[in-house]
Nanobody
Framework: QVQVVESGGGLVQPGGSLRLSCAAS???????MAWYRQAPGKQRDFVAR???????SYADSVKGRFTISRDNTKNTMYLQMNSLKPEDTAVYYC?????WGQGTQVTVSF
């Protein structure tokens, strides 16, 4: 059974940074990993994706501010978030092999 656990969320002021982690286990083979986010009252939106090869893609709203990476030896993915804005406030979810974590809350506010 695939397990996905996100961590690293919290409260940060606008312009600040956070680093999210996603630890995955219980799967075989190679998969892309991705981050999504869901703000209150809104749908879950794509944030960033990384292939097993390391190829990355980003939503336009986070390009140049967020960086996705992964450590295949640890089955762990990261999301470095810089220059955070209040509109980045959301629950951030990790997904791999059609499995999702429970999410980690990111709040950007004074």
């Amino acid at each position: 059974q695939v397990q996905v656990v996100e961590s690293g969320g919290g409260l940060v002021q606008p312009g600040g940074s956070l680093r999210l982690s996603c630890a995955a286990s219980g799967f075989r083979g190679t998969y892309a990993m991705a981050w999504y986010r869901q703000a209150p009252g809104k749908q879950r939106d794509f944030v960033a994706r990384i292939e097993n090869s390391g190829y990355t893609s980003y939503a336009d709203s986070v390009k140049g501010r967020f960086t996705i990476s992964r450590d295949n030896t640890k089955n762990t993915m990261y999301l470095q978030m810089n220059s955070l804005k209040p509109e980045d406030t959301a629950v951030y979810y990790c997904t791999i092999a059609n499995s999702w974590g429970q999410g980690t809350q990111v709040t950007v506010s004074f």
